[in-house]
C-alpha cells in the first residue's frame, strides 16, 4: 500500500468496508482512492452506503442499491453515512442514506433489503461461451485479480463494440459474510464497467486520466443469488448507447457454474477533457 488512502491490495478494500458506529443512525468509513486518481472511489461510497444500510438493518440481506453520485470527496476525508428508515414489511426493509464528506453531501442511496422467500421458482440467462479462468493470464490491481478477455484488449484505443468480459475476483474476502461479499462486488462493478462505453470511439480510452473524464452518475445493482468473490466470477457488460455526454452500461455477473449472482447498470458522463 503506498499511502493510507490508496487501494492497492484486497486487504485495502476489505478495511475501507470497516465502519463505525458514530451516532444511532450515522456508520463513518475511510476515503480511500484508486491508484492515479485523486478523489475518493465512488466504487467504495456506494460499499460503504450498502454495509451502514444492512448494519442498520441486521435481520435483512441486501437485495439492491441505488446511488446516486453528486460529488467527489478529497482522499483521507472520512465518508459518513447517515441511514433514515423509509419503509418496513414483513420481508423488505428500504432505507435512504445520506453521504457526506467534510460536512457536504457526497451522494444519496436508496438501498433495499428483504428477506428472501424459500421458493423453487426461478430462472436467469445462460454465461457466455468464453474460456475458464487462465491464472497465468491474471493480472493485479487495485484490490482485484483480473483476466482480460477481450480482443482488442478493453483499454485500448483501437475500436471496438461496446462491450467487454473479465474475470475477476477479490481473494481474501471472507466467504461466509454475505455482506461483505455484496460490496467487493459493487467496488469491482464500478471499477470496470464504464470502460466498454469508449471502446467503439476511435483513439480513446478510460485510462487516459489527461485525456477523457468519464464518471458515474447513478449506479445501481441487483443481488439475485449468494456469490463468494474470493472465487472467479465473469461480468459480462454492454454499453447499448452512448449520447449527449452521457453513457448507459448494462452487466451481469456469473460464477463459474454459470449461475446469474447479479446485475448492475452505470449511467455516467462522458466526455473528452478540451
Known amino acids: 500500500m503506498s499511502d493510507n488512502a490508496t487501494i492497492t491490495t484486497p486487504d485495502d478494500l476489505l478495511r475501507g468496508l470497516r465502519l463505525t458506529k458514530v ?5 463513518q468509513g475511510p476515503g480511500l482512492v484508486m491508484p492515479r486518481a485523486t478523489w475518493v472511489f465512488g466504487g467504495i461510497v456506494a460499499a460503504q452506503t450498502l454495509v451502514a444500510a444492512t448494519e442498520a ?7 439492491s442499491i441505488t446511488t446516486r453520485f453528486l460529488r467527489q470527496a478529497q482522499p483521507h476525508s ?10 418496513d414489511t414483513r420481508t423488505f426493509a428500504d432505507r435512504e442514506i445520506d453521504v457526506r464528506a467534510d460536512g457536504v453531501q457526497i451522494a444519496d442511496a436508496r438501498v433495499m433489503l428483504h428477506v428472501p422467500d424459500d421458493t423453487d421458482l426461478g430462472h436467469h440467462h445462460e454465461m457466455p461461451d468464453v474460456p475458464a479462468p487462465d491464472e497465468s493470464q ?3 490491481g487495485a484490490g482485484f485479480d483480473t483476466i482480460d ?19 475477476m475476483r477479490a481473494g ?26 469508449w471502446r467503439p470511439v476511435g483513439g480513446h480510452s478510460i485510462v487516459q486520466i489527461g485525456e477523457v473524464m468519464s464518471f458515474g452518475l447513478n449506479l445501481t445493482m441487483w443481488f439475485h ?16 448507447a452512448a449520447a449527449n455526454g ?4 448494462l452487466g451481469n455477473w456469473f460464477d463459474q457454474g454459470g449461475r446469474l449472482v447479479a446485475s448492475v447498470a452505470l449511467d455516467a458522463v462522458m466526455r473528452v477533457r478540451r
Open 23 to 27: 451516532a444511532d443512525d450515522t456508520w
Open 57 to 63: 438493518t441486521p435481520d435483512r440481506i441486501p437485495r
Open 78 to 87: 472520512p465518508i459518513r453515512h447517515t441511514v433514515t428508515p423509509i419503509a
Open 138 to 140: 491474471a493480472f493485479a
Open 149 to 167: 478477455l477481450n480482443d482488442p484488449p478493453a483499454h485500448s484505443r483501437k475500436v471496438a463494440l461496446p462491450v467487454q468480459r473479465h474475470w
Open 172 to 197: 481474501g474476502t471472507p466467504r461466509d459474510d454475505q455482506l461483505v461479499n455484496a460490496a467487493m462486488l459493487l467496488m469491482a462493478s464500478d471499477l470496470f464497467l464504464v470502460a466498454s462505453a
Open 225 to 240: 443469488e449468494p456469490f463468494e468473490i474470493t472465487d472467479w466470477h465473469l461480468i459480462d457488460v454492454d454499453t447499448p
Open 246 to 249: 452521457r453513457s448507459l452500461t
